[in-house]
């Protein structure tokens, strides 16, 4: 893992990227419907982190821009043998970094409950009560600027 780098942007090779880890993880992993997983949003001008280990994407999160102060980082994914590695941590300060830029104050997350300590853990609060999405439990989080 000396070779690690992150992209952010909405290029063609980081939706397809970034759709090959979600497949690998949310789909054959989780079992998520494929319908589910990829959504209306996923468009061309979509933006998208994926940090690669050489030229094998292995960790993605996704960035909508809701309006010009809020945004929404989802669809946050690390390939199992990757995992415990902070790779999740890292795209997520990217897309930080890119809020930061687009001088957006709130991000908000839409997490499985499971995954709401790794949020805690950047920063994000709970707000609101927990919520089925897909069938799955989960809780939005955000985090001010």
């Not at 893992?1 to 880890?21: F, K, P, W």
């Not at 790794?118 to 897909?134: R, T």
């Amino acid at each position: 893992m000396d070779n690690l780098s992150i992209e952010v942007g909405n290029g063609v090779h980081l939706r397809a990227t970034s759709s090959y880890i979600r497949l690998q993880v949310f789909v054959l992993e989780r079992s998520l419907a494929l319908s589910d997983e990829f959504d209306q949003k996923d468009q061309s001008d979509t933006i998208y982190s994926v940090l690669f280990d050489e030229a094998l994407p292995v960790a993605t999160a996704r960035f909508l821009q809701e309006d010009e102060r809020v945004a929404r980082i989802g669809r946050v994914a690390t390939l199992k043998d990757y995992r415990g590695k902070q790779l999740g941590s890292r795209v997520v300060n990217s897309l930080e970094a890119l809020a930061k830029e687009k001088q957006i104050e709130r991000l908000l997350i839409h997490a499985e409950i499971t995954a709401a300590g790794f949020y805690e853990g950047l920063g994000y609060c709970s707000v609101g009560k927990p919520y089925d999405e897909d069938g799955v439990p989960c809780i939005t989080l955000e985090k001010q600027f």
